[in-house]
Nanobody, 119 residues
Framework: QVQLVESGGGSVQPGGSLRLSCAASGSSFTFYSMGWYRQVPGKQRELVAQVTDTSATTYSDSVKGRFTISRDNAKNTVFLQMNSLKPEDTAVYYC?????????????WGQGTQVTVSS
């Protein structure tokens, strides 16, 4: 059974940095895409950043220039370096992995890790 396990969340002051990690276990394949989403109570989960297996990246406008996503294909691991954190970055961050296939792609999710930015 494929599992995605996040680590690295926590509390930090505005302007600080955190690094999230997500490791996949139980998979014999390389995810096409791995990424990070976040969610606050009462709002929809939103994409933060994603990276494909060829290292093409996508970022939400709100984190461009502050967050950097990277991955290690050999270890099926994805990282999110978060710098210049703002209070509005506070959320539960979820790791996501997408496996292409037929009849449809499969999406896998981690359990989430809390990031709190507060003075």
């Amino acid at each position: 059974q494929v599992q995605l396990v996040e680590s690295g969340g926590g509390s930090v002051q505005p302007g600080g940095s955190l690094r999230l990690s997500c490791a996949a276990s139980g998979s014999s394949f390389t995810f096409y895409s791995m990424g990070w989403y976040r969610q606050v109570p009462g709002k929809q989960r939103e994409l933060v950043a994603q990276v494909t297996d060829t290292s093409a990246t996508t970022y939400s406008d709100s984190v461009k220039g502050r967050f950097t996503i990277s991955r290690d294909n050999a270890k099926n691991t994805v990282f999110l370096q978060m710098n210049s954190l703002k209070p509005e970055d506070t959320a539960v961050y979820y790791c996501n992995g997408i496996r292409l296939g037929l009849p449809a792609a499969q999406s896998y999710w981690g359990q989430g890790t809390q990031v709190t930015v507060s003075s």
